[in-house]
Nanobody, 125 residues
Framework: QVQLVESGGGLVQAGGSLRLSCVAS????????MGWFRQAPGKEREFVAT????????YYADSVKGRFTISRDNAKNTVYLQMVSLKPEDTAVYYC??????????????????WGQGTQVTVSS
């Protein structure tokens, strides 16, 4: 089992920034692909970003490319999502997820084995 705990969400004005963190426990962190997803009210959960086990490979949804940066610190068992130039349409609950496979560029919700409880991000216009 892997436990994931997100933090860092909040209310921010459009154009502002936030950094989300997700701390993992229960399994060797460097063996996990990590991802961020988000779900807005009335919408399906959607992929945001993913990072490979070593941190070498990252991949983003087109909607956040150039504004969001995913990173990880394997020594701290933590994955981050730095978000800048936030827009009202970025408002959602953001979820951290862990994948135990050997795949790269893991973008599907069904590909991930463990999920955090989510953290709310609200961007006001």
């Amino acid at each position: 089992q892997v436990q994931l705990v997100e933090s860092g969400g909040g209310l921010v004005q459009a154009g502002g920034s936030l950094r989300l963190s997700c701390v993992a426990s229960g399994r060797t962190f460097s063996w996990l692909n990590m991802g961020w997803f988000r779900q807005a009210p009335g919408k399906e959960r959607e992929f945001v970003a993913t990072i490979s086990r070593s941190g070498t490979f990252t991949y983003y949804a087109d909607s956040v490319k150039g504004r969001f940066t995913i990173s990880r610190d394997n020594a701290k068992n933590t994955v981050y999502l730095q978000m800048v130039s936030l827009k009202p349409e970025d408002t959602a609950v953001y979820y951290c997820a862990a994948d135990t496979s050997l795949k790269v560029q893991v973008t599907g919700t069904g590909d991930y084995d463990f999920w955090g409880q989510g953290t709310q991000v609200t961007v006001s216009s």
